[in-house]
């Protein structure tokens, strides 16, 4: 599967952004997605994940509360909705793919993730 990661850009404290994670292929259903992000100067680190059926969600806790992961099998697209955005949530999102069983949670590591988009600049402003 290939990922096309998009939606990021410039805003101030507080405000929103939607990332969108198109996938190829057919079999988008099959994989669990993942959101990460790399702050400057820091590494990688998870953010929220979605099963294959969309019906368990997780979050780090520091954007519980704030982000929304979601995703449409139809349209081979998941997305993370940014509300009250924070100085501290500037990075660069990747989001990624992993192909599990339909029972299973989805990982917060990323090196269970084989498949990568390239990733979208979020960037807030205090």
């Known amino acids: 599967v290939q990922l096309q990661a998009s939606g990021g850009g410039s805003v101030q404290a507080g405000g929103s952004l939607r990332l969108s994670c198109a996938a190829s292929?057919?079999?988008?259903?099959?994989?669990?997605v993942g959101w990460f992000r790399q702050p400057p100067g820091k590494e990688r680190e998870f953010v929220a994940a979605?099963?294959?059926?969309?019906?368990?969600?997780y979050y780090t806790e520091s954007v519980k509360d704030r982000f929304t992961i979601s995703r449409d099998n139809y349209r081979n697209t998941a997305y993370l909705q940014m509300n009250s955005l924070k100085p501290e949530d500037t990075a660069v999102y990747y989001c990624a793919a992993d192909r599990i069983i339909m029972t299973a949670e989805p990982s917060r590591n990323e090196y269970e993730y084989d498949y990568w988009g390239q990733g979208t600049l979020v960037t807030v402003s205090s």
């Open positions: 292929g057919r079999t988008f259903s099959q994989y669990a």
């Open positions: 979605i099963s294959r059926g969309g019906s368990g969600r």
